[in-house]
């Protein structure tokens, strides 16, 4: 628990830390919003969701974005995606090597994809009418996603162009616990 609390103490103290490093064109603080979505509790596992928007001095508009913190209770480890939803049958690359950009846009996208299209086929047909309407089905909305622990299983969040930004995270993108074929040991 002890572990677990550092973490937040560390998400805490970034928070305000990026808080007073953006501020508007008047000088005035450029967070606009800044919160953590009530926090899931499983019994080994806990999850939350951290939403912002910001509106910084220098920057070519304004923005948001969600992330999620998901952590083992027994032994304070902060949970990664990777850990949790694997494609492919070798190993996982190292976190931020080509090897991992490669592997999250030619395996872990596309897989991402085929499962949500088995849950959610409606929600992941693609749009018939806009170039403008939001395309669940393309897979680089879903390389590098926010995500988050739920009872439901585990929740990942599109992350779109700026032109299409408020298609992100949709609430219905959630991929059952069985779906993910985790080790008893591993599963929330």
């Given amino acids: 628990m ?21 501020t508007d064109m008047g000088g005035k603080p450029g967070i606009e919003v800044t919160q953590a979505d009530k926090p899931w509790l499983g019994v080994n596992h806990m999850s939350y969701v951290w939403t912002t928007s910001w509106s910084c001095a220098g920057a070519a508009h304004p923005d948001f974005g ?18 949790l939803l ?9 976190e931020d090597s080509d090897a991992w950009y490669k592997y999250r846009g030619k395996s872990f996208a596309p897989g ?13 047909a693609p749009p018939s009418t806009s170039d403008d309407d939001c395309n669940y089905a393309d897979p680089e909305v879903w390389q590098f996603p926010a995500w988050a622990l739920s009872d439901k299983g585990l929740w990942l969040g599109a992350y779109f162009a700026r032109a299409q930004r408020p298609c992100d995270s949709p609430d219905w993108a959630i991929i059952p616990w069985s779906a993910l074929d985790l080790p008893p040991g591993k599963q929330p």
């Avoid at 550092?6 to 490093?21: E, G, L």
């Avoid at 969600?66 to 850990?83: F, K």
């Avoid at 991402?112 to 992941?124: G, N, Q, S």
């Fill in 66 to 83: 969600t992330q999620g913190y998901s952590y083992d209770m027994r032994t304070g480890h902060a949970l990664t995606l990777d850990e």
């Fill in 86 to 94: 694997h494609f492919g049958s070798g190993p996982i690359p190292d």
């Fill in 112 to 124: 991402v994809v085929a499962l949500l299209k088995r849950y959610h086929p409606d929600e992941m």
């Fill in 2 to 22: 002890a572990a677990v609390n550092h973490a937040f103490a560390r998400s805490q103290w970034q928070n305000v830390a990026a808080w007073f490093a953006c």
